[in-house]
């Protein structure tokens, strides 16, 4: 029987190979590593509150990430959940200060500076005019040029009018008849006289009929009902415009207010839902678009034409016991349209609601009737408008608007009687609107 | 058309549908009447709520509050509320709450309207030095020796020392 061996283990590794061992390792420093551990943060699968905010955190910064202005759209626009349609033209009521609070706009009666008929018309012999205040350029439209856009405007109202044998039209169909003809004639006569005034105008592109939609978010609401109910939901807003024509130009306009600047006039809060306006919701493609694709060449706007549909016409409103809307829903049509197409202009160049502008970006609206014209302005300094990202954010849009006035009193024996000037001066302050480098 | 006196109820017959070529519809002394109610959930404050016949319209309810009470009206909502048919009585046979129709009016001008408070919440200030009051007190102090100690922080004191 081999009894086991007793000898102690150590003896077979000897200290040779210990030393051996210990002296290579013996002349160099000891090699300390740090322990790398992967960073420590929430999952992204698990059901708590950190893991839902660290996929939106990895969603945004999905966004950001996208190189593609296309991919970024199509990024923020993926998802379809149910959304309160916003129509420009509306049957509500005080529809402004709703339609104000929904885009954080401050409404500031009369027009700013630069677009107000400050621009005098004179005659050739005496010189120029100094310019204006506000760096607007002192381009000298003579008499000869203003009575020629007389004619041509009345000329214009005639042709629908008077010159023209029409037929009586349907129900609700006087303005589509009468007045949508006469002011694509008006658009694009002045436009094309005023081409050689203004440089921008001849790189510009004139659209009929186009549409303009933009999708955004703003404020939150608990959803109450439902298999989702206690949950904190954004509140989702939709515009499906259709402006009877818009001018598109390759440039930027000029701002009218740097945006710093803070404006004295605050935007109107109301604090109930959006149903209660009436506003009704729906669920379909999340569409932003400004009249044209993202990669057209003229992708910044600068004058919509909007014609007030039948239904919203000033002598049904009086008849129904709500002369003052008339007012409030020019304004209405304007604010929705213009932040509509300021926003979608803003989306196209890469700006969303947690990446905000840089710069303002600035369009004109004319809303008409056929004989009352009104002039907006819009300024859209910020897009940041959903509960995370409005909570330090002191900017806020900016519309001027005019009231409504007539431009002719009316048409009689194939001659327009009291053809208003101070309206197409305004027309004219607009359409020559063009960036100072210009 | 002016009520005749043998069909004095207005919705027996069937409703006056206006046909191109009739009389204009007038109509004395209407045979159905509104309540104003409160609004359930709050509503903007140019909204009045009201509960309506069901066979009144939107220009039924706008010709009724402009021609009788003078009051000048913006634009007018409608819905029908359906109520229950499941409840059973002692019999086991259905019975059902009856459905009504709801107006919402709003008002022109930007006038606004506020339901008043029917039931005033009364302030219950107890005289101090009555007996109410001081059994009051006796009942919240008795309450208070009954609760636990909040330093266990919810642990029982069935066990422990």
Not at chain 1, 28 to 42: S, T
Not at chain 2, 130 to 137: K, L, R, W
Request: glycine share 6%; net charge positive; aromatic share 10%.
């Amino acid at each position: 029987m081999a009894a086991p061996s007793r000898l102690p283990l150590l003896q077979f590794c000897s200290t040779r190979v210990f030393l051996l061992r210990c002296t290579q390792g013996f002349h160099g420093e000891p090699v300390v590593r740090e322990p790398a551990y992967p960073p420590v943060i929430p999952s992204r699968t698990a059901k708590s509150k950190s893991a839902k905010k660290r996929r939106e955190e990895d969603y945004y910064n999905q966004v950001r990430a996208a190189s593609l202005v296309q991919d970024k759209l199509r990024l923020l626009t993926r998802l379809q959940r149910k959304k309160y349609v916003v129509y420009p033209q509306t049957f509500t009521l005080n529809a402004d200060r709703w339609y104000q609070h929904f885009t954080k706009t401050v409404f500031l009666p009369g027009l700013p500076g630069k677009c107000s008929v400050g621009r005098q018309v004179v005659d050739k012999e005496n010189g120029k005019v100094p310019s204006a205040a506000g760096g607007v350029d002192p381009t000298v439209l003579d008499e000869n040029t203003f009575s020629e856009l007389r004619s041509l405007v009345g000329n214009g109202i005639l042709q629908e009018n008077f010159y023209l044998k029409k037929r009586r039209p349907f129900l609700q169909k006087e303005q589509e008849h009468f007045v949508a003809p006469f002011l694509s004639n008006l658009v694009s006569s002045v436009t094309s006289s005023l081409a050689k005034y203004n440089p921008l105008l001849k790189m510009s592109s004139l659209d009929f009929n186009p549409e303009v939609s933009f999708y955004w978010m703003r404020g939150e609401r608990t959803v109450p009902r439902g298999h989702r109910r206690g949950r904190v939901d954004p509140i989702r807003f939709q515009i499906n415009d259709q402006p009877h024509c818009q001018i598109r130009v390759p440039e930027q306009l000029e701002e009218f207010l740097p945006l710093q600047e803070s404006v004295s006039a605050e935007v109107p809060v109301v604090h109930f839902e959006p149903n209660r306006l009436p506003m009704f919701q729906r669920q379909y493609d999340n569409n932003i678009f400004i009249g044209s694709k993202v990669t057209d060449p003229c992708s910044y706007g600068h004058t919509q034409f909007h014609l007030v549909h039948d239904r919203f016409k000033r002598g049904r409103l009086i008849k129904g016991n709500l002369a003052d809307q008339v007012e409030v829903r020019l304004r209405a049509n304007a604010i929705a349209s213009l932040f509509a197409w300021t926003g979608a202009q803003a989306m196209y160049q890469g700006f969303w609601s947690h990446e905000d502008l840089t710069r303002p970006f600035v369009s004109q609206a004319v809303v008409t009737d056929g004989q009352y014209f009104s002039f907006f302005c819009y300024q859209l300094n910020t897009l940041a408008l959903t509960v995370q990202t409005d909570q330090d954010n002191p900017r806020k849009n900016i519309c001027w608007g005019t009231e409504s006035m007539r431009l002719y009193e009316q048409v009689k024996d194939g001659e327009v009687v009291g053809l208003n000037d101070d309206v197409l001066k305004l027309l004219v302050n607009f359409l020559l609107n063009k960036p100072q480098k210009m | 058309m002016v009520i005749d006196l043998k069909c004095a109820c207005l919705y027996l017959s069937r409703y006056p549908l206006y046909q191109l070529g009739n009389p204009q519809l007038r109509i004395f002394r209407t045979n159905f009447f509104m309540t104003l109610v409160k609004p359930g959930k709050e509503q903007p404050p140019d909204t009045v709520q009201f509960r309506i016949p069901m066979e009144m319209t939107k220009c039924d309810i706008k010709n009724y509050l402009e021609k009788i009470y003078s009051v000048p009206v913006g634009a007018v909502r409608t819905r029908i509320q359906y109520c229950t048919n499941k409840k059973r009585n002692h019999l086991n046979q259905r019975v059902k709450r009856p459905d009504y129709k709801v107006a919402y009016v709003q008002l022109v001008q930007q006038q606004t309207f506020q339901f008043p408070e029917i039931f005033p919440q009364k302030d219950t200030a107890l005289e101090p030095g009555s007996v109410e009051e001081m059994q009051d007190q006796f009942m919240q102090d008795e309450q208070q020796r009954q609760k636990a100690d909040p330093r266990r922080g919810g642990v029982t004191e069935w066990f422990g020392l």
